[in-house]
């Protein structure tokens, strides 16, 4: 009867539409049917924060999303609003009870070997074009950094005794990534290709073949165009390749500070992220692997 007249002043006093009518109604009737059972045949008005927090805890178990379980909750919130303000009840149960925090996606990534066959078995073409593509790819891959970061990049950037590279980050904050002998190998065979081939217009590292500087859409079809030779990811973006290298790097035992210093992260929260992403893939290997997995 109270969910009936609360689905009725949801009808005619808020003019709700009827699609929203039946979900508050499907809720309702759930959490009700969970207290009868759950709860021993308690009414609505009997019941307290620590029921409604029994109920939240058992549609998790039953696989329901975050996001589901929320918006059942909001509807529970709203009906028990509604019965105080009828003086149905003498407090709101729902009112301190919290649902569950939204899970954050885990980041996309490549496996090594996927990023193998890519670099070593794929083939790029025989000219300025592919020789630069194929360091863009390289550079994501080895190096960590943003696609901003590489855009940026300048002939004055590139260190080649001391191999390391200068970066200019978020809020124009710089740092030092290093390089290894065979990515510094591409870059002056890059370079040698370019000055000879190319009318550089700008002091930029990568350029484009009329001499101009890179721009992000340019660079997300060059990574889009390679990744679609060994991956069917839907997301194929230069991130996906940070992120491959944060995960590869943390998956031969680097340690997590110096992934976020590499990455350029503010917080070590924010590289946390990746060992949930090997954790998973740690997971799976173990569920293929293991016999009673």
């Given amino acids: 009867m109270l969910i009936e007249s609360f689905l009725d002043y949801l009808r005619y006093e808020r003019n709700c539409s009827d699609k929203t009518i039946v979900a508050y109604g499907k809720d309702l009737r759930q959490f009700y049917g969970f207290i009868q059972g759950e709860g021993e045949g308690k009414e609505l008005r009997e019941v307290d924060n620590g029921l409604i927090r029994e109920w939240i805890v058992a549609l998790m178990d039953e696989g329901y999303a975050s996001t589901s379980v929320n918006r059942k909750l909001s509807s529970l919130r709203s009906f028990y609003k509604y019965l105080l303000k009828q003086g149905k009840v003498t407090a709101d149960s729902s009112r ?42 390289e550079m994501f891959y080895l190096t960590g950094m943003r696609l901003s970061e590489l855009i940026g990049l300048k002939d004055s950037s590139v260190d080649f005794f001391s191999s ?46 009329n ?72 997971k799976k290997v173990y569920k293929q692997a293991h016999p009673r997995a």
Avoid: W
Wanted: net charge positive; proline share 3%; glycine share 6%.
């Fill in 96 to 137: 301190k009870v919290s649902g569950p925090k939204k899970k954050k996606p885990l980041p996309v990534f490549l496996r090594e070997g996927e990023m193998d066959r890519l670099l070593d078995d794929e083939e790029f073409e025989d000219d300025f074009t592919g020789c630069r593509d194929r360091l863009i790819m």
């Fill in 164 to 209: 390391l590279l200068k970066v200019v980050g978020k809020r124009n904050k710089e740092r030092l990534i290093p390089f290894d002998e065979e990515l510094g190998r591409l870059m002056r065979e890059y370079v040698g290709v370019r000055d000879r081939t190319v009318q550089r217009s700008c002091d930029a590292f990568f350029v484009k073949k």
């Fill in 211 to 282: 001499g101009g500087q890179l721009y992000s859409s340019l660079v997300y079809r060059i990574v889009k165009r390679n990744l679609s030779k060994v991956v069917a990811l839907k997301k194929k973006s230069p991130h996906v390749l940070r992120h491959t290298f944060a995960t590869a790097m943390l998956n031969n035992d680097a340690s997590l500070g110096a992934v976020k210093e590499l990455l350029g992260h503010e917080s070590l929260a924010t590289t946390e992220i990746y060992t949930h992403t090997t954790f998973e893939e740690l």
